[in-house]
């Protein structure tokens, strides 16, 4: 009978803390580490907007570990709404296939051919705002679709390949070491402003890609060592849809991460450093666009004649190194605190899915603002792809500054909920699963802390 009383008073501490902050804390549109946007400060000293952000998660897990009936997590988990799966004629499916691979020829011929201004250009436009930012969000809000829209596989399935065998013991890190390069060149060179440098950059992967199918083979080539495709397989289970008999269902977003954990696509460890990297680059590509970064990192090791994109390389190779063993000893904090007879590496296998939603909120936090002042130049430039445009940016909006803010929030609130269910499906009783999620729960609150100083740090110049 206390449970209920207990309840309602965390609940409303809970929307308390969330109102507080919101109306506390004035911060930025989104970052991005390609066309500049720009930055309202906020209006109350960082260090409490920040600890403020860390003490509505702490608040959201003594909320949920409340939850310790398995039947209840599970009814929650369970609860969707169900509708017909709409099926796609094979001739539809067949044109879709073709036009994207059409747009990726267009979309690098614009870059050589179009206006030398970025945001006049149809390339950095369509593959900045229209794809990595706008499709990566319904890939993560609403499903896979890359696997049947990838030109690249498209092109590849109707060329030979020697299909050789794929040394299984690479596993994906040709997918994390791509991934990485890929940051490494949008951060570090002029590819993000130079729709030149961008087209020679596609080819670049247009050569290695399908270089590597022909060698392996497609489905292999696709399924183990593509970064593109992984990186969209892993954001594809955190959407809110998924597909079963015909049939879609809508619910909580990430449960595919809780009702497949054992199929999930998680079979090696280098899986668990293809998901970390995710969640490092999103943050990366924040942080090194803020003033803090540059006058403190850039300018100090540029006046001793380091190369950007040298400086880049050794942030992204020690940051990520960071990431990876900060999670890694939060994992063997895990295993001491919950005494269980599961292996170090199974459960950090198994907990890892739990910090993807962490990556979707923040990208969406990071790129939502990004969408939506760049998005009309490019309809008009979709119209005249030639034309050298004279485009003003119409800033957004005070109100928005909310939105990022609740998005970081809710990812983070998202992973805490997977994290506690993961638990209750590993170990048995109440008290073992909920000591398993202390060390976890506590990385979870001090990264967004430090989202949330990124998104109120001022951009640099």
Known sequence: ????????????????????????????????????????????????????GGAVISLSFLIISLATDREFINNVNSTCIKLPQFQ??????????????????YTILMGFIGPKNPISNFSVLFVWVIWWAGYTMTVYLFGNTWDQLNPWKTISSVLPSFKLNYPLNLGSWPASLGLIFFVLIEVGSNVTYSPI????????????????SFLYGHEIWFKHADPLSKFFQCYGNVSLTRSHDNSIYIGLPGMKLIHGIDDIGLPARHQ??????????????????????????????SI????????????LIFGHLIFYLIYHFSIHLTHKLSNTYISIPSLSMRFAVSLLPIAAGYHLAHYIGYILTFFPSFISIILFPIDQH??????LPLWFSFIPLAFILLGH?????????????LFSGRLQPLRSQYPLILVMVLYTMFSLWIISAPLAS
């Open 1 to 52: 009978m206390m449970g209920k009383p207990i309840i309602k008073i965390l609940s409303r501490l809970y929307i308390l803390a969330l109102i507080g902050i919101i109306f506390l804390s004035v911060p930025a549109a989104a970052h991005t580490g390609g066309l500049a946007l720009t930055n309202e400060p906020v209006y109350v000293p960082i260090w409490l907007f920040i600890i403020t």
């Open 88 to 105: 796609v004629n094979k001739f539809v499916y067949g044109f879709l296939k073709i036009a994207c691979v059409f747009l990726l020829i």
């Open 197 to 212: 440098s961008l087209s020679y950059i596609i080819l670049f992967y247009t050569i290695i890609t399908l270089m590597g």
């Open 304 to 315: 001793f004649g380091f190369p950007i994109l040298f400086i880049h390389l050794i942030g």
């Open 272 to 301: 668990v450093l293809f998901i970390i990297t995710i969640l490092f680059i999103t943050t990366y590509d924040g942080l090194v666009s803020t003033q803090y970064w540059v006058e403190n990192i850039i300018s100090p090791l």
């Open 413 to 425: 609130m998202c992973s805490v909920w997977i994290s506690h269910c993961i638990s209750f499906k």
């Open 390 to 395: 004279i485009i003003s940016i119409t800033p």
